[in-house]
């Protein structure tokens, strides 16, 4: 039996409350305690408590010696596409030259590069490759991460990214949650042709989502809705047709140009719409009015360069629960360092640092359909934590690019990478 007692922690950030999505003042109540300690049995937390209560009420349990850290829960990282071949460091020049994201698109790289790319891996390789990443990530303290397909593109390559991802999920301590992003681009070979456009969509509709699902490949579905990508209308039968097969929604929304996705991701019932640093003031009205989470990825426009970051305070003052992810990927933000996500938050959303670490726990867990059993240190909660060399849990978004974390544990084990 694994029986833990983390003890001697300077701040313990449970984060507790409601097994939901947070939002508003809520978002502000990260549950920071003073002299706290946590109990984990097995792969779950048994109880959080004053340290005296908790060592009389679990004698005989193992203690961890947080050596006056601070302890958190570990960080959900909702939204990344992990699984791809080569760095795009070449585009990150392009740019800084003067052209932009979509001219690069336009011209066939971009996505599509990781596309041609993808296709030239085994399904070992990109395990390899991926592997490596993910453990990254967990050093910085990730516990759960969602990783999407979407550089495959054809029915043969996304399944073999999924798979990638499933092998991913089995061999690595993390909690991987796979998404189905078929429809990150329209992939140059039915782009260009008249009529191919639809040929692609009707794929993704009748053969590669009934297959995903019929080998329970992913737990969700994904479309990059965006000017000279999927129209909303494109993305909504889509998504659709995935809902149909079983398959839960997220949504790429108003990443670059406002086109209708946020609304979209609310009357569909999203679990999740991502980006929105273009969002309009209906996308903001129609999320408020429902249960969607706003996934913000704000190292995206930092490494893009562009202006313009998502509109963090005007969400939360709506009401809309606001989660946090990297976005990893090789594009737009090849970043492992999930507490540069927690200082962007801070610095560039206007986020204070309790809001971002219920963004980054609770309310990512919500965007991934695990609101109830992952992101909170409370009893009942998956034993999931990270320890920062830090004495003010404020520390962890202030470190800017810090290797703060010393540790993370996932279902009550230690990640020792
Ligand atoms: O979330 N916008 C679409 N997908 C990614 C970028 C992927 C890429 O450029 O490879 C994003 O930013
Ligand atoms: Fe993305």
Known sequence: MNELLFVNASQ????AGPGAARRGAAM???????GWAVAVRDDTIAAVGPEEELRRAHPGFAEVDCDRG??????VDSHTH???GRARAAEHEMRAAGLDYMEIARRGGGIHASVRDV????EAQLVALAGERLRALARSGVTTVEVKSGYGLTLDDELKM????????????LRIVPT????????????????RRRAYIDLLVHEMIPRVAAERLARFADVFCETHVYTAAESREILLAARAAGLDLKLHADELTSSGGAELAAELDAASADHLAAISDGGI????????VATLLPATMVFLGRPGQAPARRLIEAGVPVALATDFNPGTSPTLHFPTVLTLAVSQLRLSAAEALVAATVNGAAALGLAGRVGQLAPGFSADLALFRATDYREVPYWFGAALCRRAWVRGKPCDW
Not at 12 to 15: D, G, I, K, L, R
Not at 285 to 292: E, N, V, W
């Open 180 to 195: 189905f992003l078929g429809a990150h681009e329209i992939p140059l070979e039915y782009r260009d042709t008249p009529g």
């Open 28 to 34: 502000a109540d990260a549950a920071v305690r003073d």
């Open 82 to 84: 992990a699984v791809f």
């Open 162 to 173: 999924l798979r990638a991802i499933r092998r991913l999920a089995a061999e690595l301590p």
């Open 119 to 122: 296709r030239a891996h085994t």
């Open 12 to 15: 313990v950030v449970t984060c």
């Open 285 to 292: 009205a129609a999320l408020a009015r429902g249960r969607t």
């Open 70 to 75: 601070v302890l958190t829960p570990g960080f």
